[in-house]
């Protein structure tokens, strides 16, 4: 018997950064945005009784660490926890990675979000959608948008969702030769804004005003005010440990895209189109300057 789960990648439209916490994580206002890269995660029992887990191609998965701290494995552990009738067996799991690692694009919590759904499945523990997305924050800011998928408004460190009745639209994304550590550009953010413990306490609600404007345009499935509206306050740290993302986003912008920003704490880069015909163009163009570029279409649900 085996079990199928997947979950897109994210990118951030949107994404305003307060204050530090005292638990360490910023306040946040972002939007999320699926696009369709997708982790597929299949979990098998073991019939040797072993925990087994894999992760394969098409992007390079080698260093990729796959014992126990691994996010799919505390996801697995999570949902037997909770199961009162649930037995918690050897499972073999196989990860199919398409989502870049350390992009800045939740391809890690993306399989801790499939796996959970997986995990439900295998051992019959029945947990409801709220149940999930509980046990989804627990393991991560971005796992609950990754176990809903479409766009949707997230506050607190990430966790709090609004879901945004949004159309779909055509994104090209370029990825990076080399990941960035998301502690690391957060840590440059605070060094770039001298942002220490309760430091702008009174910042409590940053760029709320401009995510309402983002939402509008969202809604009204409007590319060329969606561009004006991109914003992502991390950018800044995320060019300065890796400058190249600066020639990334002109080298965007040269090639006909609307607008571009990086994706969450970076390097990977979403660079917004038109449409279907134009995001492959631009992917083109891209691909010609040398660049690592797919055409994506963002905004589906899970099961799109
Ligand atoms: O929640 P997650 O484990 O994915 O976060 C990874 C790291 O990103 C955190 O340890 C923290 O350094 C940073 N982070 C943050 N504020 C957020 C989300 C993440 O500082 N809202």
């Given at each position: 018997m085996a079990f199928l789960a997947t979950s897109q990648a994210k990118i951030n439209p949107f994404l305003a950064v307060g204050p530090r916490r005292a638990d360490g994580y910023h306040e946040l206002v972002t939007v999320f945005h699926a696009v369709d890269l997708r982790e597929d995660v299949h979990v098998a029992f073991a019939a040797d009784g072993i925990d087994r887990l894999m992760f394969v191609g098409p992007i390079d998965t080698t260093a990729l660490d796959t014992g126990h701290d691994n996010l799919v494995w505390r996801a697995v552990e999570a949902v037997a926890a909770r199961g009162e009738l649930s037995r918690r067996q050897a499972l073999d799991i196989t990860v199919t990675k398409r989502i870049p690692i350390q992009g800045g694009m939740a391809g890690g919590s993306a399989d801790a979000a499939a796996t959970l759904v997986a995990a439900n499945d295998a051992f019959g523990t029945g947990l409801g959608r709220t149940e999930l997305l509980g046990i989804a924050a627990e393991l991560g800011s971005d796992v609950p948008f990754c176990l809903v998928g479409g766009t949707a408004l997230g506050t607190g460190r990430g966790e709090c969702l609004e879901p945004v009745d949004a159309p779909p639209l055509w994104w090209v994304i370029v990825t990076a030769p080399a990941g960035l550590s998301t502690p690391a550009v957060y840590a440059t953010f605070d060094e770039l804004h001298r942002?220490?413990?309760?430091?702008?306490?009174?910042?409590?609600?940053?760029?709320r005003t401009d995510a309402d404007a983002m939402i509008s345009a969202l809604r009204a499935g409007d590319p060329q005010a969606i561009a004006a509206l991109l914003r992502n306050d991390l950018q800044a740290a995320a060019i300065l440990l890796a400058p190249h993302l600066a020639d990334t986003l002109a080298a965007g912008r040269d090639a006909g895209a609307l607008g571009g920003v990086v994706s969450g704490s970076g390097p990977s880069v979403a660079l917004l189109c038109a449409d279907e015909a134009h995001a492959r163009l631009v992917a083109g163009r891209m691909l010609n300057g040398g660049h690592s570029a797919i055409a994506a279409r963002g905004g589906l649900g899970p099961q799109a």
């Open positions: 942002v220490g413990a309760g430091e702008r306490a009174a910042m409590v609600d940053p760029g």
